[in-house]
């Protein structure tokens, strides 16, 4: 069994070295850049002697990239991750990949790039170190040429990946190549790695000047002479300026070279119209093409101001804004942009205009998903400087790494035009000393070297100026508070000039479709760390907008502390969705966070609608919760809604009367006693009807229900379809207490690559084949897995019944 094994391994190796090899000699273009995320061997463990070209890995896992092996394991409350990380394993990885590169590339260079790697990497290419990088966050590339073989040898590549050292990060990070790895060949003469730097230093609505930079790099040995040449085009792909010039570049170096240009009649950027321009450059030596690059480019202008808040293009908004980290649920830390589409895309419908990137650097997938769909981005570097908040955590690289790590984010995204903050920090201790003072103002000084177009923040916890050595820096150019919403009426005062925006609020916490009765009796209470926490027994929290942390306040608390302070730029709720690890106050079981507006599963928690009501365009009427209680209960009905001046409530066509909203109310409710049946909203403005919602008692459990978020899928191995699964009645009504186990059967051109419920405290693992629906709901997600098939996606297992779909293939 073991050599027939070998046998078909050598084989599968021979035909990935091929169609590798074909995928390479096919490419002409002046710039190659390849996907090099697949087939790689994983193997747990230290590995060392895998740098070798003659190590084994026929016991090794193949696969491919990004992955995340923490996310596949068992949750163990033994587990040094602990709380904050979730439960899950840590620990060494290394991983492998041998390929063959053509003969005529031996005059080209050639680079890798990481995305991100979970943590404390070094990269090895025919046994030759290429580098460590401590950050599991940064992206960066290493230069291959001088150690590559071309034509039929092979080049074996091999990843070290430490997370072994716990606890390290107060939240979930996931272990391993979690982002995408790219292969780049390029001329000798080329842009260098995040070689280009666009600005529009005017703009008005007849024309927009942009100046643009570009570092070019030469590699060769002599000195050459290149036709430099710059355009720009518009989103349907038409040229709409250009520049040429002729430029001299000296042997083995980098030079900076610059074009101005300008656009007529320019369409601007907005999150409404979030309009993109590209920047072509071409180099040209001796007439040949030599190199291609594309920098994105959005024409926009905005300001922070000390009373009015924040303006794009002249135009008063409001940040509504959500913070994020960077897990995808059921994925893990796998980077999928499929999976951060469909996370924007739910923020989106809710009304949210701005994601803050908590609390390191995110994915490339992200910023150029937030440039596309129209998000306002606060990019953050650091979570911790010199001063630990857990045992392992970053500050333990802080001294060698802080400048390099910071450079190559500012590099990276200061041409995203989302972009228009930059923090340097997250409640960074050194607030609380005078060495903030100098930390402060070198890191801003990094900041500004490379661009100088965006304000600098970082987000405090201290609003008492002379206790907060950061603010005495004098270095911050928008000052971010977190939380204590209570003290926003006296910051004008307290910081007499300075533009603020609110970093980071709320940190309530709801579970999903649990109601607590009545809702203005709290059965999880806030307490500090340590202290006994006399919560639910089932690790579940009502889901009415009533409990907080203690150091954060509810949804609406926070909300209309922001929306009646114009000096105040806008928020970041803490979170958008809930994620992996940080489950306060909750001990093990409990392995996920509480705080989110959406569940991990992505499935929207009642408080999405009173953000939608309030932050989004359209009419909203929404009212909660379930009508499946004992009979003569009480039950508390809320609504959220916009658009009217009232809602009236019906139970079985007998009306309950009509309310509104007083002040500064955010929700009406009515305390009902249950009979089973319908209960009916109607919402109506100068007397007409706007909406109208109806919930209905459930019967008995009928089918499960099946509903994709798109109905094809794409053959090409990262392609994502989510399936929400219901538990429905004859009438297709949701049985809002059905916690059924459902299995799941994905045949043809996918794979089940997750499944979650949302459930705080569930400990079945995310990569099982069934998945246990909570409050009626679960998730499944199918990855296409490379054949042109379609996809059956079969549910089992409610009292003999099966519900199927199929997903066409393209």
């Known amino acids: 069994m073991i050599k027939h094994k070998n046998i078909f391994q ?16 096919q490419a002409k273009k002046a710039r190659i850049v390849e996907d090099f995320n697949q087939n790689w061997n994983f193997k747990l463990g230290d590995h060392p002697q895998a740098i070798n070209a003659d190590f084994s890995t026929a016991d090794w896992k193949n696969l491919q990239l990004p992955h995340d092996w923490s996310i596949e394991g068992a949750f163990n409350k033994d587990f040094p991750t602990g709380t904050k990380q979730g439960f899950l394993p840590a620990g060494k990885g290394w991983y492998r990949k041998t390929f063959t590169l053509p003969k005529d590339w031996e005059s080209k260079s050639i680079s890798i790039e990481f995305d991100g790697l979970f943590k404390n990497s070094e990269v090895f290419i025919n046994g030759h170190s290429l580098g460590i990088r401590p950050s599991g966050y940064i992206s960066f590339a290493y230069e291959m ?39 780049v060949a390029v001329e000798k003469l080329h842009v260098a790695h995040w070689g280009t730097y666009v600005t529009t230093p005017k703009i008005s609505k007849e024309k927009a000047s942009v100046h643009f930079e570009v570092t070019v790099e030469n590699k060769a040995n002599t000195e050459k002479e290149f036709k430099f040449v710059t355009s720009i085009v518009d989103a349907k792909n038409k040229e709409v300026a250009n520049v040429v010039s002729t430029e001299k570049i000296g042997a083995n170096t980098n030079s900076k070279k610059t074009h101005n240009l300008e656009v007529k009649n320019p369409n601007l950027w907005d999150t409404q119209n979030p309009y993109l321009y590209k920047v072509l450059t071409k180099i040209y030596e001796n007439k040949k093409l030599v190199d291609t690059y594309e920098t994105p480019l959005g024409i926009r202008f905005f300001s922070f ?30 980077e999928n942009i499929h999976a951060v589409r469909r996370k924007l895309t739910l923020l989106k419908e809710m009304g949210a205009n701005a994601i803050r990137m908590s609390h390191n650097p995110h994915s490339l997938e992200m910023m150029q998903l937030c440039d596309e769909m129209g998000f306002i981005v606060q990019d953050e570097a650091f979570d911790v400087w010199k001063k630990p908040k857990v045992k392992n955590d970053a500050h333990k690289e802080w001294d060698n790494w802080y400048k390099r790590d910071l450079e190559d984010l500012i590099l990276r995204d200061r ?35 490379l661009d100088t177009t965006r304000p600098i923040t970082s987000a405090l916890t201290e609003n008492v100026p002379e206790k907060n050595f950061i603010y005495q820096s004098g270095a911050l150019d928008l000052l971010g508070f977190n939380y204590k919403h209570e003290d926003y009426a006296a910051f004008p005062a307290r910081f007499k000039g300075q533009k603020i925006i609110a970093s980071e609020t709320v940190s309530a916490l709801e579970t999903r479709g649990h109601y607590d009765q009545p809702s203005d009796v709290v059965k999880a209470w806030p307490v500090k760390y340590g202290e006994k926490f006399d919560g639910n027994a089932d690790w579940t929290v009502s889901a009415y907008d009533n409990v907080k942390s203690f150091w954060g306040s509810t949804h609406e608390e926070s909300w209309k502390a922001i929306k009646n302070s114009d000096f105040i730029a806008g928020t970041f709720v803490w979170t958008g969705f809930d994620y992996i690890g940080e489950p306060d106050p909750y001990p093990f079981p409990a392995r996920s966070s509480y705080f989110g507006i959406i569940d991990l599963a992505g499935l929207p928690k009642d408080v999405y609608y009173m953000y939608q009501s309030e932050w989004a365009k359209k009419p909203v009427l929404h009212i909660f919760p379930h009508w499946n209680w004992q009979k003569d209960q009480e039950v508390d009905v809320w609504a959220y809604y916009n658009n009217a001046d009232e809602v009236e409530l019906f139970l079985n066509g007998k009306s309950l009367g009509k309310k509104a909203k007083q002040n500064d109310d955010l929700h009406i409710f009515w305390r009902v006693k249950f009979e089973p049946g319908t209960l009916k909203a109607i919402s ?44 429905v009645d004859k009438e297709g009504n949701l049985v809002p207490n059905a916690d059924h186990k459902i299995d799941f059967e994905v ?64």
């Open 684 to 727: 109506r403005k100068d007397g007409k009807v706007v909406l109208e919602k109806e919930i209905y008692t459930a019967g008995a459990v009928s089918k499960i229900d099946l509903k994709v978020n798109k109905s094809t899928i794409k053959n090409d191995t990262y392609d994502l379809v989510y399936v929400t699964v219901s538990i």
């Open 747 to 810: 045949t043809g051109g996918g794979k089940l690559v997750g499944v979650d419920n949302g459930y705080q405290a569930g400990l079945d693992s995310f990569k099982a084949s069934s998945c246990k629906v909570y409050n009626g709901k679960c998730i499944a997600i199918i990855q296409s897995n490379g054949k042109k098939k379609d996809i059956h996606f079969t549910a089992s297992g409610v009292n003999g019944m099966s519900s199927t779909v199929i997903l066409k293939v393209e």
């Open 305 to 334: 101001d000390a009373e009015k808040g924040f303006s794009l293009n002249g135009k008063p908004t409001k940040i509504y804004g959500v913070c994020l980290h960077h897990d995808n649920g059921a994925l893990g830390a796998v």
């Open 10 to 25: 050598k084989i599968a190796i021979a035909l990935t070295i091929l169609l590798s090899t074909a995928s390479f000699a």
């Open 415 to 449: 041409n995203n035009p989302s972009v228009m903050m930059w923090s340097i920090g997250n409640e960074i201790r050194e607030q609380f000393d005078s060495t903030g003072i100098a930390i402060t103002r070198e890191l801003a000084q990094i900041v500004k070297n």
């Open 145 to 183: 040429t001088p150690y590559l073989h071309f034509g039929k040898q092979e080049n074996v590549i091999a990843v070290k990946v430490d997370n072994d050292a716990q606890p390290n990060s107060r939240w979930y990070t996931g272990s391993g190549i979690y982002r995408n790895v790219r292969l």
